[in-house]
């Protein structure tokens, strides 16, 4: 059975930092691409970063790029992956719910996200 778990959400002033940390069991995972996404109220879920199965490529969308970092650190014999989300320099817009997503390739794209975590809230103050 997939499951994602998200956390490492709060609340933050703004310029400051958050480390996302989404725990990624039940295979075929650790030979997924992950990527993290995030709503705004009122907002369509939109593409934040993706990082693929080994590492060593990762994606960011425009707005977030030289500020936040994602990872991930693949388990061995299937135990759980972990993908992270470094947040570095938090504006507040950047406030919303952030969800780990897993595809079988590398995608900026929602539709393209076979599992989703159930997100966690980011609330950067001004």
């Known amino acids: 059975q997939v499951q994602l778990d998200e956390s490492g959400g709060g609340l933050v002033q703004a310029g400051g930092s958050l480390r996302l940390s989404c725990a990624a069991s039940?295979?075929?995972?650790?030979?997924?691409?992950m990527g993290w996404f995030r709503q705004a109220p009122g907002k369509e879920r939109e593409f934040v970063a993706a990082i693929n199965w080994n590492g060593e490529s990762t994606y960011y969308a425009d707005s977030v790029k030289g500020r936040f970092t994602i990872s991930r650190v693949n388990a061995r014999d299937n135990a759980k992956n972990t993908v992270y989300l470094q947040m570095n320099s938090l504006k507040p817009e950047d406030t919303a719910v952030y969800y780990c997503?897993?595809?079988?390739?590398?995608?900026?794209?929602?539709?393209?996200?076979?599992?989703w975590g159930q997100g966690t809230q980011v609330t950067v103050s001004s």
């Open positions: 039940g295979p075929p995972l650790s030979s997924y691409a």
């Open positions: 997503a897993a595809a079988p390739r590398s995608s900026i794209y929602r539709a393209d996200y076979d599992y």
